[in-house]
């Protein structure tokens, strides 16, 4: 007598059985179904009992029993018991309260892009700041401000503020011997400064072209011993 064959285990998806429950409400009979998915009576038996919680599961996480031209599945296609009923109760309430508020809650995968993307604007934020040339305030500036911030401070009846008080003006001191350290330098450098002298108009008591060179002079001597 040859062995029997064991059957194999079929495992049906949560859209299989909300398919399995709609056909047996349809009148199909309880052997055509365990015919049309590979299944024993007693599976269909505990889908029946269970009916009630993969239906709520199947809103909770919309799952959808339909399937397309393919016949792919939509949906989740498990119902895996999580450890903590609590815990996985309150974070769907959260997720209910934050789509009903129109807030976007991404995924591990959207989260993960997200973070890359805001990494490459901030090293790129990052390269042009370093290529600015930064500018320094003129020193007027900064001692016109120092002085703001002292006359505040000294009106200010906030005890931690007023001890800044001494500070600020250490740095007014500092700031005006910068200013005269600068002015003199200034000083310095335009006293040393090369001077170039400006070209001066040419001036002539007759209008007589002075001789340049020595056949000038010779023309001039032999115009003078023929006139006498």
Known sequence: MAPKEKKKHVHLSIADKLELLKKL???ASVSRVCEIY???KQTVSDIRKAKDKLRNYALKFNVDPTKDKKGVIHGRNHMRQPQSETLEEAVFKWYVQQR????NVLSTEEI???VLVGKQSDDSRSSDEENEVAIKPKMSLVRESID????YVDLCDNYNIQGYYEHLHTLREL???EQHKR???TKLDTFFKRKTPEPQPSTSKDSSVA???ASDFIGIESEDSDSE
């Open 25 to 27: 409400e349809a009148g």
């Open 38 to 40: 590979g299944v024993k």
């Open 100 to 103: 009903s508020v129109k807030v």
């Open 112 to 114: 993960a892009e997200a």
């Open 148 to 151: 703001i911030l002292l006359n």
């Open 175 to 177: 700031v005006i011997r």
């Open 183 to 185: 002015g003199k330098q």
């Open 211 to 213: 001789p340049t060179s």
